[in-house]
């Protein structure tokens, strides 16, 4: 959800997992067609390492992610609901004008459950306000969209990142296969970053 505009955003995902929730993230910006400056998450495992009241540890595909896209990324204080209170107030009204209306229907895949959701958050969002003039698209357009910043030419590829020791062969181990290091670095660990084509 953007902050001045209440503009949403939702989507069915299997278990948060780390690629579901930057996929999902990358999802989100495409559909914004821009990006926040800042993301408040909540303290999900899959987006924070270590929670913390004031210096949590992101994970390291998360906070890659958002530099990429250009965004910082400040998490919610554990058990600080107002920290994120537009979210919270988000996750209502999705819940009240999407999941109410879908929930006596059967679904076979998540791509049909995606479609229909995304058929009425296209309604929720153009939706007039009760007590203010417009709506969420208006008030996006004269908002947010001045403030969201461009999409980088190509979408942030899924990485992630395992520690590994390099052996007396200057040689570390990922995914089952065998890449050398620089011979000086026998016996230290070295970070290894993986992704569908790259290691």
């Known amino acids: 959800m953007l902050g001045a505009s209440n503009y949403t955003y939702a989507e069915a995902v299997p278990p948060q997992a780390l690629p579901h929730w930057i996929a999902a ?15 408040v998450p909540d303290n999900l495992r899959s987006g924070v390492t270590r929670a913390h009241r004031y210096e949590p540890d992101l994970n390291r595909t998360d906070a890659e992610m958002a530099a990429h896209d250009g965004a910082a990324v400040i998490p919610a204080r554990p058990n600080k609901p107002r920290d994120k209170a537009k979210v919270e107030a988000g996750v209502l009204v999705v819940e009240r004008w999407i999941l109410a209306r879908l929930r006596k229907l059967t679904f076979f895949s998540l791509a049909e459950l995606n479609a229909a959701i995304r058929g009425l958050l296209a309604e929720l969002n153009r939706r007039p306000f009760k007590p203010l ?4 698209r208006s ?5 947010d969209r001045p403030a969201l910043k461009p999409l980088p030419a190509r979408a942030y590829e899924f990485a992630t990142w395992r520690l590994a020791k390099v052996n007396v062969d200057y040689h570390v181990e990922a995914e089952r296969h065998w890449y050398s290091v ?9 970070n290894v970053r993986l992704t569908a084509t790259t290691v």
Do not use: D, I, M, N
């Not at 620089?182 to 070295?190: C, K, L, S």
């Open 25 to 39: 993230h990358g999802h989100a910006f495409t559909y914004f067609q821009g990006c926040p400056q800042v993301l």
């Open 182 to 190: 620089p011979y000086q670095r026998v016996g230290q660990r070295v």
């Open 139 to 143: 008030l996006l357009e004269a908002l």
């Open 133 to 136: 003039p417009g709506s969420r």
